[in-house]
């Protein structure tokens, strides 16, 4: 548990609703696309100049997240995610309004997928009205923001490494597998080995050192018995 724990704190960037643009994409067959034909293709959906991005691809439907500062997150995963894992059981075709300081968040699961998710300035039930006529949702949840934090929290918590996994660069097709994993591991690898190689040098120069002295010693020992 602390090293999950320790994980999540250190390695896990969650990107909030309203410094992202969320974009869908559904396909009529499974397909398996570089970053670069994303960044080339979906670019210029995202209202931010030059956007970084975080994807997933899951069944048909491709998942993309564009925002605007750059982070050293090794795993950046979306909160509007997060909560439609957390809440798409009990709530599968439903319209999340969640209440935080600065401003409302919409999130919209259907079929418990997620279908979109943005932010308002401030509450509009006109808004809300329609998307659930628009989608054909069945539920409206209102979200204060205490169960927001512990939404958020508790959806993080119960994220296993299995589910992390699609959320790293190193997930990708078998062909690039190795080469990747090679490159990751190589040098570090290389300086254990080197490391290695150093310490039993080292332990040896002592014993051929210690080798010489006994024998003088010996050597000594013996021209004196001699003399007597």
Request: no cysteine; glycine share 0%; charged share 30%.
């Amino acid at each position: 548990m602390k090293l999950k724990k320790y994980f999540l704190s250190k390695f896990i960037y969650l990107l909030p609703i309203e410094e992202s643009f969320f974009f869908k994409v559904k396909f009529e067959k499974k397909v398996k696309l570089s970053d670069e034909l994303i960044n080339l293709n979906y670019k210029k959906n995202a209202p931010y100049r030059n956007p970084f991005f975080t994807k997933l691809m899951e069944g048909k439907d491709l998942y993309i997240w564009f925002y605007e500062q750059e982070n050293n997150s090794k795993i950046v995963i979306p909160e509007a995610y997060l909560l439609t894992e957390y809440y798409k059981e009990k709530n599968p075709n439903a319209l999340l309004s969640i209440q935080t300081k600065s401003s409302y968040l919409i999130v919209i699961i259907k079929d418990s997928f997620l279908l979109n998710s943005y932010s308002i300035m401030q509450r509009d039930e006109h808004l809300i009205e329609m998307e659930m006529h628009k989608h054909a949702l069945s539920s409206w949840k209102e979200i204060n923001q205490d169960e927001y934090i512990e939404s958020k929290d508790k959806a993080l918590k119960n994220l296993k490494f299995k589910d992390l996994y699609k959320w790293t660069e190193i997930n990708t097709d078998n062909s690039n597998l190795l080469p990747k994993m090679v490159n990751k591991f190589a040098y570090p690898f290389a300086f254990l080995l080197f490391f290695i190689i150093f310490i039993e040098l080292y332990h040896l120069n002592g014993v051929e050192s210690r080798l010489k002295e006994v024998e003088t010693a010996y050597r000594e020992a013996k021209s004196k018995n001699n003399e007597i």
